[in-house]
């Protein structure tokens, strides 16, 4: 065994909503705890997966470029095919790119808190982890204190836009003047995961600085505003000559074809995903109304989730899970992530809120 191996803490996945149900003895349980759709999926997805499995065995294996879904993504994003690398869930690229590029004495330069994969994978390839706090009033990123964590041994730089668990969006000029600080050597990724879900600007998302950086990846998941978690695919793009060192160590048959066929149907369908965008946003927006009247901490989210703060937040936790609704805890002491539920939920969820206020 690797000597770092015994040294890790691995994820801890979501408890399987069964267990917990019978645990808890609770008849509902909604899981906020992972930042999954609570719009469910589109149901061209269903259509397309039942088409699929109706007429082919399984006998073969699955087209190993994902040609297909690899040849609609290419076109929406204006890149050529080879500046793809699609993977199992966005986990599997984030994997893939530690293999890749990184060699023990490495370092890695995280904002924390973030997303514990980057870090995980990072270590497991023998790379110092060189966390910069973020700022602690607004929950964004101390790109200042970034850039005097590069030095010669930084590979990698992460930037989640917008970031896991704190919600923050870092806008595209503050992301470009930070880029421009930084040795082309270093690679700079930024990880689109919840960018769907910011309604601030006009075009949120980061792809254009691929063109002008030779050193930016840009990554994506169909897991969170598309509702296809299950499925697991996820993707990233760079320049080809990047995204085929990546390739060279990509599993040759990763993605099976349900994957392949449920994440192009989730694509096409942009109006489901319209829809779960404005419903997140109107949903985000009474929440934080709630919180700016009660008082209550928390940073301004672009996400589909919101990281609070109240007293004994632990408490809060199990008042919400006591009533069916599991949150995330453990991410920094009397800090929640809850990812915002359906309206019908939400008015349940904030009348505990406010009950729970009012009780301290
Ligand atoms: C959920 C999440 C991912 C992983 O997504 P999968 O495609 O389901 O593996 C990646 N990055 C961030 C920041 C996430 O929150």
């Not at 929406?76 to 994997?95: P, R, T």
């Not at 101390?142 to 850039?147: K, L, N, S, T, V």
């Not at 009533?323 to 920094?332: F, H, I, L």
């Amino acid at each position: 065994m690797k000597e770092i191996i015994g040294t890790l803490k691995p994820y801890v996945p979501e408890e399987p909503a069964e267990s917990v149900k019978q645990r808890l003895g609770v008849e509902r349980l909604v899981r906020l705890s992972a930042n999954e759709n609570p719009y469910g999926t589109s149901s061209k997805v269903r259509e397309a997966v039942i088409e699929y499995v109706a007429n082919h065995d399984a006998n073969l294996y699955p087209d190993g470029n994902a040609s297909s879904l690899r040849t609609v993504l290419a076109k929406y994003w204006n890149v050529a095919e080879d500046q793809l690398v699609i993977g199992v869930g966005l986990d599997e690229v984030i994997s893939m790119v530690n293999k890749t590029f990184i060699t023990p004495g490495n370092s890695i330069v995280i904002s924390v808190p973030t997303f514990s994969e980057y870090a995980l994978n990072g270590l497991i390839e023998g790379a110092t982890i060189r966390e910069v706090e973020c700022i602690p009033e607004t929950g964004q990123y101390d790109f200042a204190a970034m850039r005097r964590a590069v030095d010669d041994t930084t590979r990698l730089v992460w930037i989640c836009n917008p970031n896991n668990p704190t919600g923050t969006y870092e806008s595209v000029e503050d992301i470009r003047a930070f880029i421009k600080t930084l040795p082309s050597t270093v690679l700079v990724i930024i990880d689109e995961a919840y960018i769907d879900f910011v309604t601030s600007c006009d075009v949120p998302t980061a792809r254009q600085l691929l063109d002008e950086f030779p050193n930016v990846f840009i990554m994506r998941t169909f897991s969170k505003a598309y509702g296809l978690a299950n499925y697991r695919v996820g993707y990233m793009m760079s320049s080809p000559e990047l995204a085929n060192y990546i390739q060279t160590i990509r599993l040759p048959y990763n993605l099976n074809t349900l994957s392949q066929v449920a994440a192009e149907a989730a694509f096409k369908d942009q109006e489901f995903l319209q829809s779960t965008i404005q419903n997140n946003a109107a949903e985000r927006d009474r929440w934080e109304q709630l919180l700016d009247e009660l008082g209550a901490t928390y940073y301004k989210s672009g996400a589909n989730f919101i990281f609070m703060s109240v007293p004994n937040a632990d408490n809060l936790a199990d008042l919400w899970l006591s009533k069916g609704y599991q949150v995330r805890r453990g991410q920094r002491p009397n800090w929640l992530r809850v990812t915002l539920p359906t309206a019908e939920d939400g008015v349940v969820m904030r009348e505990l809120l406010r009950e729970y206020m009012k009780n301290l």
